[in-house]
């Protein structure tokens, strides 16, 4: 385990907010279609331009080398704002403000002018081939458990299009949706004093919940109206970890909260381990073999039993293969759980649109590669004892760039700074270069934004309060005498509609029917698209004494499938007083016999008190 003190990290934390409902620079709703289908798509390809510097971005060129064609499906909630056919609108002052007041909660100096940029991103999830984005606060600071964390830059930007799918054909077809593109985001990105893993769960959650349980002020009144929204998806965070030694490398896409220590470790551990691997490729003096050394390989596999490659070379696809001098159990060396050395020299194979490569440190029998193979390989390649091969199967241009981006890393003994991904089981796969300042380029469809004067002529003037979470969950407590679903509400998603219900409402009968009602009929595949306008009505039902509690799943699940409330009302309508002591005297006074038959149209309770009576 690698010391502690030489560990650095910082962490970007971006999370989506509410912005009344509106994207950044568009009027059209942020909330997504869902289901939906969309109304038309639209195919675009995308390439590289230099910044303001004159420099082009190695990020940029490296996705550019793909040559990928992007699908964007257009949904009704969409404009040509997305479709980068339209000027973007002026920033949402809602969104704004949020940000604004996020920039007071971290100590951060709230800049005079809001000066949009453009950063650019062409790996399609942006119809434009940029993202806007601008600072907002810088210089800030929170304290944690080893002392303050500076908050760096305290950003607004538009969120990206959402990934459909990606072609597995070799033809660079990716397919995005694009009412997710232009929600408006927050990025607070902290400097590198985080020293553990552990530390920097500790300031995700602390950042986290300040945006979590932060609400609108509207002209002075609480509005229990949420800044931020929540859910899967919501907020995810990027890693910049480094070690003595070793580099700043960026893990993109780390959502799981309960993996950001594991993330953390597990990166400080491969770059340790990377530098133990260099020293003993320059111990063993060992190296790759040049371009010239490549050779077709195919010949050696003449009615092999290996799918992988009998697949390929009937799809056209070549064999290619090089020697590498005395790297034999160097490849298989362990950088990360279930990742080798091996794999690290995959990545960039894979980004010259190869599946993977082959290797001598690997079990090749798996791949059903038979001995007489494996020894004509060695012959062809001239590989020996100490040496390794690596092969890779794909149409001959595309391998040989692949081999070539091999020959390249392998080289490479000192840790690369690097953009990886964060994979579900801790440890992260290389993605492409680290990008650099040579991204951005000021944004000139959009005038400047002057922070002291955010809202225009006739809107409402909107402010954020913050609550710590300590402070909620004492309310929650009192109003719901549980802790446990205190806790629920609190982590949950739906802690301000049970805020704005339960002002109307019995707080516990809100927040069964928000915590586990909804869940309930969610894994039945019941979904509402105004889900506090529906609950709202099953609540006032129940409130007015028109149906039991009993049946309040019943009724959601009605109006799910068209219902009208009245019409559920009636359904499910309670019986009661009169009705329920005929009702109770026809059955004999049979509780069991009642309850079984009118349960969703009996408050238990109302006929226990009609046997009292009898007795």
């Known amino acids: 385990m690698i010391l502690m003190n030489k560990l650095k990290c910082g962490i970007e934390i971006h999370q989506r907010l509410v912005g009344r409902g509106e994207k950044l620079f568009c009027s059209c709703p942020s909330e997504f279609s869902e289901d939906a289908k969309p109304l038309y798509e639209v195919i675009r390809r995308q390439h590289t331009v230099v910044s303001e510097l004159g420099e082009t971005d190695a990020a940029a ?65 942006n119809t434009s081939g940029f993202q806007r984005t601008a600072i907002v606060g810088m ?41 997710r593109l232009g929600v408006p985001l927050v990025e607070i990105a902290t400097g590198p004093e985080i020293v553990s893993g552990k530390h920097c769960l500790e300031v995700a959650k602390k950042v986290g919940d300040m945006m979590r349980n932060a609400e609108a002020i509207e002209n002075g009144i609480a509005s229990n109206k949420e800044i931020a929204q929540r859910g899967i998806g919501t907020i995810r965070q990027d890693l910049n970890v480094s070690v003595e030694g070793g580099a700043r490398v960026e893990i993109k896409g780390a959502q799981q909260l309960g993996l950001l220590e594991e993330w953390v470790e597990s990166e400080a551990n491969r770059q340790k381990k990377m ?35 009998s697949k390929g070379v009937s799809a ?88 070539k981006r091999v020959i390249a890393r392998a080289k490479v003994l000192s840790i690369p700074g690097e953009t990886r991904r964060a994979l579900p089981n801790g440890s992260s796969a290389y993605m492409r270069p680290i990008p650099g300042r040579a991204r951005m380029y000021p944004e000139t469809d959009i005038p400047p934004a002057l922070p002291a004067n955010i809202f ?84 006032e039902l129940y409130k007015k004494e028109k149906i039991v509690k009993a049946a309040i799943p019943d009724v959601l699940r009605a109006i799910a499938k068209g219902e009208t409330v009245e019409g ?46 009898k007795k």
């Open 456 to 539: 225009r002529k006739g809107v409402t003037k909107v402010e954020v309060r913050i609550i710590s979470s300590e402070e909620i969950k004492k309310e929650l407590i009192h109003l719901l005498k549980n802790e446990q679903m205190a806790d629920r509400i609190l982590k949950g998603r739906n802690l301000f509609m049970f805020q704005r219900l339960a002002d109307e409402f019995e707080p516990m009968v809100v927040a069964t029917t928000l915590e586990e009602t909804l869940v309930a009929l969610r894994r039945e595949g019941v979904e509402f698209e105004e889900v506090k306008e529906v609950v709202g009505s099953a609540l």
């Open 275 to 309: 530098l133990e691997v260099y020293e003993e490729i320059v111990g063993k003096k060992a190296e790759p073999a040049s371009e010239k050394e490549i050779i077709d390989l195919t010949d050696a596999f003449t009615g092999t039993q290996c799918g992988l490659i």
């Open 316 to 403: 056209g696809a070549k064999v290619l293969g090089m020697r590498m001098k005395h790297f034999a159990g160097i490849l298989g060396k362990e950088v990360q759980k279930e990742r080798r050395f091996g794999s690290e020299l995959s990545d960039y194979a894979k980004a010259a649109g190869v599946k993977g490569i082959i290797h001598s440190d690997e079990d090749l029998a798996k791949y059903k590669i038979s001995e007489g193979e494996v020894a004509k390989l060695r012959e062809k390649l001239k590989v020996e004892g100490t040496d390794a091969f690596v092969l890779v199967v794909e149409k001959e241009k595309i391998a040989h760039e692949a081999l």
């Open 61 to 125: 060129q490296f996705e550019a080398l793909k040559k990928k064609i992007f699908v964007y499906q257009v949904f009704e909630n969409d404009c040509a704002v997305e479709l980068d056919e339209e000027p973007p609108h002026e920033m949402n002052p809602y969104a704004l403000a949020s940000v604004v007041e996020i920039c007071n909660q971290l100590n951060c100096k709230v800049v005079d002018e809001v000066q949009v940029m453009r950063k650019t991103v062409i790996d399609g999830s």
């Open 568 to 613: 559920a009302a009636k359904k499910f309508a309670r019986i009661k007083e009169k009705e329920l002591e005929k009702l109770a005297k026809e059955k004999n006074y049979d509780v069991g016999a009642i309850m079984r038959e009118f349960r969703l149209n009996i408050d238990a309770s109302e006929l226990q008190e009609i046997l009292k009576k």
């Open 139 to 179: 210089n800030g600071w929170l304290e944690s458990s080893q002392g303050r964390v500076s908050i760096q830059t305290v950003c607004i930007e538009e969120e990206s299009a959402g990934i459909v799918s990606q072609a597995d054909d070799g033809s660079g077809r990716i397919v995005y949706r694009l009412d």
